[in-house]
């Protein structure tokens, strides 16, 4: 019950897996390539939270904090953090994520690194906004560290901004809880974000590629300007590439870290992703798209330890926000049939014939 | 979308001469077909573009019959029969024996006034598409028919006794210079006829393009190609019916009589002794009226080679059929996947739509597919089937000539104007009434080898793509559907000598990625030289090279759009193509490793 394995064929359930973590089974479940992991459900978070003091000793440094007194709570913050890291997890607890991270590493063929995220529940938080967005460790190897960083995602539910945001909002603490994502980690070449529709006018016959050489988090976070590439939906032809000088990349250093380094003059320049990558990029957000039924806005990398063919993954797909909510800019004119709209569309092209030649 | 030219200009069509021992080429044609030189001013100030997808190679004089019949008759469905509001026809000239053309817009003034006409002409058509096109296939069956009866023979010694006794009091030559006079109407006829569809079905089409481009900004064209597009052209029967013929020779137990002999006579005279056999020889007849009249050039030269004339050719590709059929290769275009693949595409882009944009699409999806067929069949009954008698007919009064010894070599009759065979048959009308010598075999053998060393030269250098400064945008939409010359296009020609050498550009024409060696193939027979897996380069393909394109792995042209006849077929074989480079017949070498890259339009020589 502390811990849900991706593949699971259980249905997933959000408040037990958070939207992370949910997201992640069912497209593994739809048999898209998502590297493999596990979750640590908030049930996990909860025992820790209920079989200790913690969760007493939280509440009552929480009651009666002014979220205006900023300083006040950066103190608290700081100390509820330092007890979340440093309370002992209940043993079934431990036992569970241990057994749970020996499996994943048994999958894997050996101990490989993994990613360590935060999956929140909580529908009435603006999610990626805090809740979730910095909680992500990457190359984390070794069972302790990344026991470790599971109580630092369950902590980063207390930093000072979450605190103000739920204090401010009148946001109860009763019920907070957090999953924790445990998933191999991608040797990304090249990684990126990818969008079911045109962002710039809400063109749904698009699909538009952001991507550079790389972890994907330097785009995500927008410290590198990308290659864009926009493929069209349903030929899933490339219709406009941009390919852009990306000078910095996020890769493993080696010795059990990533490093973030300048990209060499060679590379700068050169299409992180070939025709034949862009087109199963696209596929994969197209398979994301007609799976949930709506404009998808996913995470993807290429693994350079896999195969070509096997090596484009799926990290993360979530629903689009902002043309789910508005309607698209594309505007039609030629719009009947027939002999008269035969008439417009040449009408059309004489139009712009005639303002060719004024210009 | 199309972004502004670059102020440049193609060199003047009067500075650019002639290759050396080609002076004097201007004679060879047809006064009104060349450049003058008191026109300079008018001309010049038109921007002209090659037409090497129709004319890919010097015309004989005799040849510029078809470009004359061909884009004049387009022009008047524009200008006369259907007022298209925007567009008149297309000037034609010749230059250094290759051809250009310069489309006529209409008066901005006079524009709104053709609205009506168009909308009741055009309008007619299309609502009677089906019962027209019916009637269309009679007329032009009808042509062909009388096209075919037309003999011409040697003239007899004596005026036959029947018309003695009957009192005609006339002589075969009225009649042959009769025949001559209708054989050239005729073609003239069915070149009316090819346009009475045609530039509707285009419009039809640019409705369909315009939404789809407007609803899907930048679609690929290929896109709505596939849409639009059928899987069962007749253009594509004559092909079929040789696989089809291959696979009955399998089914019959007969493969190894094809593997083993060689040429039609012999292949046949070898069936002809088993049952099996004569069965087969008889599906060859059958399939032969009309599909071999079919041309493995495009039907504007007397030097087309036609299946019906030349049986060792289909027969030689029902040998090749035979053995990849023997080896277990599926002969037949997956036609099934083919429909599969345009539904699906059909129900994705749908399913973008809603409301009265889905209505839109629909609608004009319908139009444009019930038009279309005519796009592609067309071409089978104008190109292959009527210029295929047309020429059958010249080739046989060029040879009667011949045999008078008017000129060296058979067909020399096409390096005389079809004007100037008038006299010539006149000439031999009054040797033979008089009963003296015809002064043609004193005049016409030295003329024609004077015209041949010229034609010659003529060949020998490749044609400027275009003449003068071209408008700031080019949107006249035949312009563009039929020759896929866009401003994008021109400007890659105008700056052709700037960038990367080793990479050309040209339309996405069909799908797909692949390495291989170029040939490149300027006529079609140099067809043979093709060996497997080989990239085919050429000015221009025809679809009639159906059957080498089992063997090629991808198709690169100087020109055409998405509509282009290479464009179309290999879209039918699914093969890269890319057409419209412009160059890529003289950049590229035979020999050289390509890589072509029919997604995005692209060739690279990388090796």
């Known amino acids: ?359 | 979308m199309s972004t502004k030219l670059a102020k440049k200009s193609f060199d003047s069509p009067y500075d650019l001469h002639a290759p050396a021992g080609a002076e004097g080429w201007q004679e060879l044609y047809p006064y009104n077909l060349v450049f003058r030189d008191n026109l300079r001013e008018k001309e010049d100030a038109k921007f002209w573009f090659c037409d090497s997808q129709h004319w890919p190679n010097v015309f004989k004089p005799f040849e510029t019959v078809g470009v004359e019949f061909a884009v004049r008759c387009l022009g008047a469905y524009n200008t006369r029969h259907y007022l298209v509001p925007p567009a008149n026809g297309i000037e034609f000239r010749i230059h250094n024996g290759f051809c250009y053309m310069s489309p006529v817009g209409v008066a901005p003034e006079l524009i709104a006034d053709r609205v009506p006409h168009f909308l009741q002409r055009a309008g007619h058509y299309f609502q009677n598409w089906d019962s027209l096109l019916e009637n269309w296939k009679k007329k032009v069956h009808a042509t062909i028919e009388e096209m075919d009866s037309i003999e011409f023979h040697a003239l007899p010694d004596m005026v036959p006794w029947a018309d003695i006794e009957s009192g005609a009091g006339i002589d075969p030559t009225a009649k042959m210079m009769a025949d001559y006079d209708r054989l050239i109407q005729l073609a003239y006829q069915n070149w009316e006829y090819h346009f009475e569809f045609l530039n509707l079905g285009y419009v039809a089409y640019l409705d369909f393009f315009t939404f789809c481009k407007e609803s899907f900004p930048n679609i690929p064209d290929l896109a709505v190609a596939k849409m639009v597009t059928g899987v069962d052209s007749v253009l594509f029967r004559p092909d079929d019916e040789l696989k089809t013929l291959a696979m009955l020779a399998a089914n019959l137990g007969l493969a190894e009589v094809f593997a083993q002999n060689d040429g039609a006579e012999k292949i046949l005279s070898v069936l002809s002794q088993s049952e099996k056999g004569r069965e087969w020889s008889t599906a060859w007849t059958n399939a032969q009226n009309p599909w071999f009249n079919y041309t493995s050039g495009n039907g504007f030269y007397g030097s087309d080679v036609y299946w019906r004339d030349h049986l060792d050719l289909p027969m030689g590709y029902v040998q090749d059929y035979v053995k990849r059929a023997a080896a277990g290769e599926k002969l037949h275009r997956p036609k099934d996947a083919l429909i599969v693949e345009r539904d699906r595409i059909v129900d994705e882009y749908s399913e973008l739509l809603s409301g009265e944009t889905l209505a839109a699409f629909q609608g004009k999806l319908g139009l444009a597919r019930t038009v279309y067929p005519y796009v592609e069949d067309h071409n089978f009954y104008i190109e292959h089937w009527t210029m295929g008698v047309f020429w059958r007919k010249v080739r046989q009064l060029s040879r009667l000539l011949h045999s008078y010894g008017f000129w060296n070599e058979p067909d020399d009759m096409l390096y005389l104007t079809r004007d100037e065979v008038r006299p010539v048959l006149f000439d031999l009308a009054t040797g033979w009434g008089v009963g003296a010598d015809c002064i043609a075999p004193s005049y016409w053998p030295e003329e024609i080898e004077r015209r041949r060393k010229i034609v010659d030269a003529l060949s020998t250098a490749r044609p400027a793509p275009a003449f003068n400064t071209p408008p700031a945008e080019i949107n006249e939409p035949f312009t563009v559907m039929l020759w896929g010359i866009t401003t994008d296009q021109v400007s890659q020609w105008l700056g052709a000598d700037e960038g990367d050498p080793n990479q050309l550009r040209g339309m996405a024409a069909s799908a797909g990625v692949v390495e291989g060696y170029a040939r490149i193939i300027t006529a079609a027979d140099q067809l043979d030289q093709l060996e497997q897996d080989e990239i085919l380069v050429a000015p221009v393909t025809a679809p009639s090279w159906g059957p080498v394109f089992g063997k090629i792995k991808a198709t690169v042209t100087d020109i055409g759009g998405m509509m282009s006849h290479a464009a179309i077929v290999c879209r039918e074989y699914g093969l890269p193509a890319v057409t419209g480079t412009g160059s890529a017949s003289t950049k590229i070498k035979t020999g050289m490793l390509l890589r072509v890259d029919g997604s995005n339009g692209t060739v690279e020589i990388i090796g």
């Open chain 1, 1 to 359: 019950m502390y811990t849900f394995f991706f593949n699971s064929d259980k249905d997933p359930e959000h408040l037990v897996l958070g939207g992370k973590c949910t997201s992640l089974v069912i497209m593994t479940k739809a048999g898209a390539p998502v590297p493999p992991g596990f979750a640590v459900t908030t049930h996990a978070f909860d025992a820790v939270m209920r079989q200790t003091n913690l969760l007493a000793n939280i509440n009552s440094l929480v009651t009666g904090l002014d979220h205006s007194d900023l300083k006040a709570v950066d103190v608290v913050s700081a100390q509820i953090r330092r007890m979340i890291l440093e309370q002992p997890v209940p043993e079934a607890v431990h036992r569970e994520t241990h057994q749970a991270y020996d499996s994943l590493m048994e999958l894997c063929g050996g101990e490989v690194p993994v990613a360590v995220r935060s999956s929140a529940t909580a529908e009435d938080l603006p999610d990626a906004s805090f809740a979730g967005q910095q909680d992500t460790y990457l190359w984390i190897i070794g069972r302790d560290n990344v026991m470790h960083k599971i109580r630092e995602c369950w902590a980063s539910l207390y930093t000072s901004r979450a605190m103000t945001y739920r204090l401010a909002n009148n946001i109860a603490e009763e019920g907070l809880s957090m999953a924790v994502a445990v998933q191999k980690m991608v040797n990304a070449r090249t990684a990126g974000v990818a969008m079911t529709i045109d962002p710039t006018n809400g063109d749904r016959s698009k699909i538009v590629i952001d991507s550079s050489w790389g972890l994907g988090e330097l785009v995500v976070s927008g410290e590198v300007t990308p290659d864009n590439f926009v493929i069209d939906k349903v030929m899933l032809h490339p219709v406009k590439r941009i390919i852009s000088d990306k000078h910095e990349e996020l890769i493993p250093d080696g010795n059990g870290g990533i490093v973030r380094r300048e990209v060499d003059e060679m590379r700068r320049n050169q299409p992180s992703l070939s025709d034949d990558e862009l087109t199963l990029v696209a596929k994969l957000a197209k398979v994301a798209e007609k799976h949930y039924g709506s404009v998808q806005d996913i995470e993807w990398a290429i693994d350079a330890d896999l195969p070509a063919g096997q090596n484009v993954l799926l990290l993360q797909s979530r629903p689009e926000t902002v043309w789910s909510q508005k309607p698209s800019e594309v505007k039609v004119t030629s719009l009947g049939s027939g002999i008269e709209s035969i008439t417009n569309s040449l009408m059309a092209q004489m139009v712009g014939r005639l303002k060719s030649s004024e210009k």
